[in-house]
């Protein structure tokens, strides 16, 4: 259903990303994962590289589910804003094009969810 505004919204944003202490805020989903209904939201630094992303950061929220300890990360399908994407795991988050407010999500080939059931 389409939305139509009746005035302009005249407001600065509550999360514009002065407000995060020199963060951004990074959503990242997990496909064929849908215990996780939504992608995560962190706020990270930009010069934090890829691969501190992956080490650190994924593994607190998404490793408790029983595919994460199986996961091939050279294998691994990366969507950014919809769009196949490969990211740097040496380079920054902003080496990597990654913006304020991006969604980035990852599919993981042969896993999907527990037995299969894409949960």
């Known amino acids: 259903m389409s939305v139509v505004s009746l005035k302009p919204y005249d407001f600065p944003a509550a999360d514009s990303q002065d407000k995060f ?3 951004q805020l990074l959503y990242v989903g997990w496909e064929d994962h ?3 209904c939504a992608p995560f939201c ?3 630094p930009g010069a934090m590289s890829f691969g501190e ?3 650190k950061v994924l ?6 589910h029983p595919d994460f300890k199986k996961i091939d990360w050279s294998k691994v399908e990366w969507f950014k804003s919809g769009k196949p994407w490969r990211p ?3 380079k920054s988050l902003a080496e990597n094009g990654i913006l ?3 969604v980035i999500r990852f599919r993981t080939p042969g896993l ?3 037995k299969g059931s894409c949960s």
Do not use: Q, V
């Open 21 to 23: 202490h020199g963060n």
């Open 34 to 36: 849908l215990m996780f």
């Open 42 to 44: 962190w706020p990270l």
């Open 53 to 55: 992303l992956l080490e």
């Open 59 to 64: 593994p607190g929220g998404f490793g408790y």
């Open 88 to 90: 740097d795991d040496a």
């Open 100 to 102: 304020h407010k991006d």
């Open 112 to 114: 999907t969810g527990i």
